[in-house]
């Protein structure tokens, strides 16, 4: 088991409190091994998920391979537009510092409710809006 009932539980309620109040989507997908390069694979795990189709631009993957202790942030280009250049950057060495620990859920939460305050500042919730991206952990492996 790469992450137990309880860390997800605390993820998934990491992304439905950011997800509350913004039009945003944010996406965790966790696997054992990440083959090659980490961004790569990101992209790839990003277009799996169908991130890029979300109506404004604005999907967020957080990425985690477990046993090869890799990870990524992947914006789409509506967020990517409007964050500073070392946005992601600066969230993944907040979440790294959790992650050499073992605090997986923790640092997921810190990556997330961060990514859930600009999502909120440059896409706010709309009354007609609809989760377009489900809230569950996606594994791969």
Sequence with gaps: MLLSEEQQSIIVEAIKAAEKETSGE?????????PGDVLERAKAVFAQLEL???????????????VDRKFAILGDKGINDVVPANFWQDIRND???????????????V???????????????????????????SFGD
């Design 26 to 34: 944010i996406k965790v997908h966790v696997e054992q091994f990440c």
């Design 52 to 66: 890029h189709k979300t109506a404004q631009r604005n999907g967020v993957l957080f990425y985690l391979a477990t």
């Design 111 to 137: 990556g997330i409710q961060k990514s859930g305050v600009a999502l909120k500042q440059f896409f706010p919730y709309q009354s007609d809006d609809i989760n377009e991206i489900s809230d569950e952990i």
């Design 95 to 109: 979440m790294q510092s959790h992650f050499v620990m073992n605090q997986f859920a923790a640092g997921f939460a």
